[in-house]
């Protein structure tokens, strides 16, 4: 289990579901640091009024506070993760190969078949896997615009650790 | 109430997102999904709930700031509370800022609790706001983060008022029968001259007042009075003021500084 192969197989779903996972980071991120600022969770300046004059009621000092910071650290991590999905997705789109060249280096090949969008290749432990290849972010490597005819088979190269990290060698597609 | 439905709709929103994800993280044959909504081009589902959850997550959690309850719930009852801190929020209706009032409320049961207030104040009435003023308010002890301020020309409000200045013995004992039941005519500081004696941020005067009633024969009562220290220059000699007597005894006075409704 090579610790770069799980950090490409994590940032390649961001690169792999580029076109929903732009909209889904721009619509949310502003929300998500919003959450993540500190006093925009109600109640913030009450309470540091409330401890100047020494008058914080009794049990509602550790358990608001300790909440509340927790939420606010979660919602911070997801807004940068947000944040590498918005920037990993539009360099997908436009064609950057993100993590495609890595799973190209690296990855184990086998043969798959391309039915439309959905490419289907039997890993080496022998399960089948059924995996997207998205029409705006393709999994296709090195060739991203290599026209692939439905139902032939094609090279699949996937990281033997997580094989939903895959991509179509187009060098060997049959002409 | 709705910020509940809206709540548990982002929770829902957010599950489907989660198991989204994870399929797309660990599934095995990703054409078959146990998610409702997911289209097998695997685009309309996943964007349309995520710009939803996105737009609920921006707009449900900076609104809940603005919405802010204002009304006090439960049953509340009526005090008098002091200024502790006034802030501007940032917000303006119609030029108007919009200010967080953070009051200090002494119940008459139980401990002080500084609740908040937010309104709009023009510049007038942040000009009559200070630090430190005395506001009668509204409250309710079960629910201290609201107050409310409370509206001096209810007659409901006076009595909550009066009551608690004889609560806390700022009205003396024995001038209490003559203010409550007694009749108010015009009066005037004769002399004046501080006993030294404090409470609730007020101090005690001693007064020689000259009582006036129209149409009789004025008569001067000693009597003592609580004013806040803003008060006291209206109390100076020769000060126009009002005074309550009953006519068994009319040397035992309760003064004030402003003429009180009939009641």
Known sequence: MNPLDTLMWLVNFPAAHGYAMVFIAAFSILGLFAVSARGTTG?????????????VPAGTRSRGSIGGSVVRVFFRVL?????????????????VPVTRAYIFENGRPTTGTVDGDWVTFTAADGTEYTLESDFFTPAVYPDRDAWLPSGAPVVVRYLPSHPQAFVIDSSQIPD | MLRIILTVVWL???AWLVVWVGEGLFGVNQRESILPFASDDGLGGPIVIGVAWGLLLTFGGSMSGLARRKKVRGPAQIGVGTVVEMSRTGVTVNDVPQYDLFIRVSPSVGDDFIGQLRMLL???????????????????VDDPD???LADLSDPSVREAMLQWRIDRGLIDPSQVRARTTGTQVPASVVEVRPTGRRREGQSELALKVLVAPEGAEPWEADTTVFVYPQAVSRLQVGAPIWAFYRREDPHTVAVTIE???AR
């Open chain 1, 43 to 55: 109640g913030g300046s009450l309470r540091a009024v409330r401890e100047r004059e020494g008058l």
């Open chain 2, 122 to 140: 023009d510049a007038g009435d942040v000009g009559a706001l200070q630090v430190g003023q005395p506001v009668p308010v509204r409250y309710n």
């Open chain 2, 12 to 14: 829902l929103l957010s």
């Open chain 2, 146 to 148: 609201t107050v409310e």
């Open chain 2, 259 to 261: 003429k009180e409704p």
């Open chain 1, 79 to 95: 807004a940068f993760v947000m944040l590498g999905s918005l920037i990993i997705g539009i360099l997908s789109l436009t064609g």
